[in-house]
């Protein structure tokens, strides 16, 4: 069974720039959340869709969005990029956003300048 | 304080020993307590996941819950150069991912 894959796993990009992360979930998954991962602040958790819907939002601002898919497939964008984005971009899959059935991928690492 | 505290090492012990790593965490309404492990450039890997105080044994790895303390252990016995990543506990009220609470993580080195 193919894990989770996200892509691309490295970006540099510019404040002020916009940028997409996309992630693929386990096949039967239909659970996506997103995770921010950066030295200061540990892991935290952006976001979870289910069913092409957000069911869950954490605390971060209207900057960071995302969408599912109908396949499940999922994708979060960053508008107006700040120093402070710099970091690894965790999406995990799972079957209905239960923590014990969750499966990370191996992250987007976005640097910016 | 924060509300899940993880020393952040880094902890150098040689290959075979036991390790100890811990996690103490102030919101006692916390029941669901995880470990991951997280190698370098990889996504992290649950590893123990256990519900509410007491025991859980898997292979090598022993997890731990003091809910009286707000304490949790994760110990590693004969550890193996491959266990060198980063250990990070997490737990909440729920079962939810969106509730839980991760520590910083623990670098853990396995030196041969």
């Known amino acids: 069974k193919a894990g989770v894959t996200q892509t691309p796993r490295y970006l540099i990009k510019t404040r002020g720039q916009q940028v997409t992360l996309s992630c693929s979930p386990i096949?039967?998954?239909?659970?996506v959340s997103w995770y921010q991962q950066t030295p200061g602040q540990g892991l935290q958790f952006l976001f979870e869709?289910?069913?092409?819907?957000?069911?869950n939002k954490g605390n971060f601002p209207g900057r960071f969005s995302g969408r599912q898919f109908s396949n499940s497939r999922s994708e979060m964008n960053v508008s107006t990029l700040e120093l402070g984005d710099s970091a690894l971009y965790l999406c995990?899959?799972?079957?209905?956003?239960?923590?014990?059935?969750?499966?990370f991928g191996p992250g987007t690492r976005l640097t910016v300048l | 304080q924060k509300e899940v505290e993880q020393d952040p090492g880094p902890l150098s012990v040689p290959e075979g020993a036991i390790v100890s790593l811990n996690c103490t965490y102030s919101?006692?309404?916390?029941?669901?307590f995880m470990w991951y492990r997280q190698y370098s450039r990889k996504g992290p890997e649950l590893l123990m996941y256990?519900?509410?105080?007491g025991n859980k044994e898997d292979g090598r790895f022993t997890a731990q819950v003091d809910k009286s303390s707000k304490y949790i252990s994760l110990f590693i016995r004969d550890s193996q150069p491959s266990d060198s990543a980063t250990y990070l506990c997490?737990?909440?009220?729920?079962?939810?991912?969106?509730?839980?609470?991760f520590g910083p993580g623990t670098r853990l080195s396995v030196l041969p």
């Open positions: 995990a899959s799972s079957v209905d956003n239960n923590v014990d059935t969750q499966y």
């Open positions: 096949s039967g998954h239909r659970s």
């Open positions: 869709y289910f069913s092409e819907t957000q069911r």
């Open positions: 919101n006692s309404a916390f029941q669901y």
């Open positions: 256990t519900y509410s105080s």
């Open positions: 997490a737990m909440s009220v729920d079962n939810y991912g969106q509730n839980f609470v």
